[in-house]
T-cell receptor, first 115, second 115 residues
């Protein structure tokens, strides 16, 4: 059973460009969480999605950031008009449906560098 | 709101010795989980150990054990017989009980095992 997949593993964008980060949950998992890790910090929650629904986006910046988890395909975290402060590692985690949240399995992360 | 505090940014231990990493948290919840995650240079988040708050018995996983003091809101990690592969960042994390809940992470402790 493949784990949580994230791609790309490394992404370099110039200021003002768009960044699209992908997360494929584990097979059978329909819940996806995105976290951001700034340098020298712990992971911070951004958004929680189920298939075709955003359940909790309380950690998402109000502008430039969006997330989706379509019926088919991976979850996408999209950052428009990136700035240097967006440079971070972005992790997604997935969990099975109807189970307690502690069963979240993390992907390897995408390291975004904004130049 | 939940907060997790790790007051030791860096620690070191001689190989084969024992080390304890500290973590305190603040919450008004009664049902929750506590975790220790390891993040090696690969940046993959690896679950080390989990504790359910309703369990009085401290969790253990091989060389890893916790000292959970619910009244004091303290959750320390003890690593026995330290090995070079234990060198990593260690994050303490909190999660409310239930579905669709996020992790709250501390800022981490960088542990170096010295040969």
């Amino acid at each position: 059973n493949a784990g949580v997949m994230q791609n790309p593993r490394h992404l370099v964008r110039r200021r003002g460009q768009e960044a699209r980060l992908r997360c494929s949950p584990m097979k059978g998992h329909s819940h996806v969480y995105w976290y951001r890790q700034l340098p020298e910090e712990g992971l911070k929650f951004m958004v929680y999605l189920q298939k075709e629904n955003i359940i909790d986006e309380s950690g998402m910046p109000k502008e430039r950031f969006s997330a989706e988890f379509p019926k088919e395909g991976p979850s996408i975290l999209r950052i428009q008009q990136v700035v240097r402060g967006d440079s971070a590692a972005y992790f997604c985690a997935s969990s099975p449906p109807a189970r307690t949240s502690y069963e979240q399995y993390f992907g390897p992360g995408t390291r975004l560098t904004v130049t | 709101a939940q907060t997790v505090t790790q007051s030791q940014p860096e620690m070191s231990v001689q190989e084969a010795e024992t080390v304890t990493l500290s973590c305190t948290y603040d919450t008004s919840e009664n049902n929750y989980y506590l975790f220790w995650y390891k993040q090696p240079p690969s940046r993959q988040m690896i679950l080390v150990i989990r504790q359910e708050a309703y369990k009085q018995q401290n969790a253990t996983e091989n060389r890893f054990s916790v000292n959970f003091q619910k009244a004091a809101k303290s959750f320390s990690l003890k690593i026995s017989d330290s090995q070079l592969g234990d060198t990593a960042m260690y994050f303490c994390a909190f999660m409310k009980h239930g579905t669709g809940n996020q992790f709250y992470f501390g800022t981490g402790t960088s542990l170096t095992v010295i040969p």
